[in-house]
Nanobody, 125 residues
Framework: QVQLVESGGGLVQAGGSLRLSCVNS????????KGWFRQGPGKEREFVAA????????YYADSVKGRFTISRDNAKNSVYLQMNSLEPEDTAVYYC??????????????????WGQGTQVTVSS
């Protein structure tokens, strides 16, 4: 059974930082693009960041550029999201995902084959 498990969420004040982790089990995703999405209260799931299988290319939503950094360690079957300068608008459930996706489709949730259960991030003002 393939699983993606996120961790690292929590409550933080505006301006603070959090580091999310996502580890996969049941199979390896060495050649898969990995991404982070989020879904805030009453909102649709939206793209946050993605990284190609080699880590050579990264993609970010405009709203998080310069504040968030995505990275991966294929040897540890893990992908990370370092979130700095957090804002109340970043409050959401954050999901990691994996898929064999063309780079033009990394921002689209439907392109990903595997999803984690999500981790809550709450940023207080």
């Amino acid at each position: 059974q393939v699983q993606l498990v996120e961790s690292g969420g929590g409550l933080v004040q505006a301006g603070g930082s959090l580091r999310l982790s996502c580890v996969n089990s049941g199979r390896t995703f060495g050649t898969y693009t990995k991404g982070w999405f989020r879904q805030g209260p009453g909102k649709e799931r939206e793209f946050v960041a993605a990284i190609t299988w080699s880590g050579g290319r990264t993609y970010y939503a405009d709203s998080v550029k310069g504040r968030f950094t995505i990275s991966r360690d294929n040897a540890k079957n893990s992908v990370y999201l370092q979130m700095n300068s957090l804002e109340p608008e970043d409050t959401a459930v954050y999901y990691c995902a994996a898929g064999r996706i063309h780079t033009t489709a990394v921002v689209t949730p439907t392109g990903y084959d595997y999803w984690g259960q999500g981790t809550q991030v709450t940023v207080s003002s």
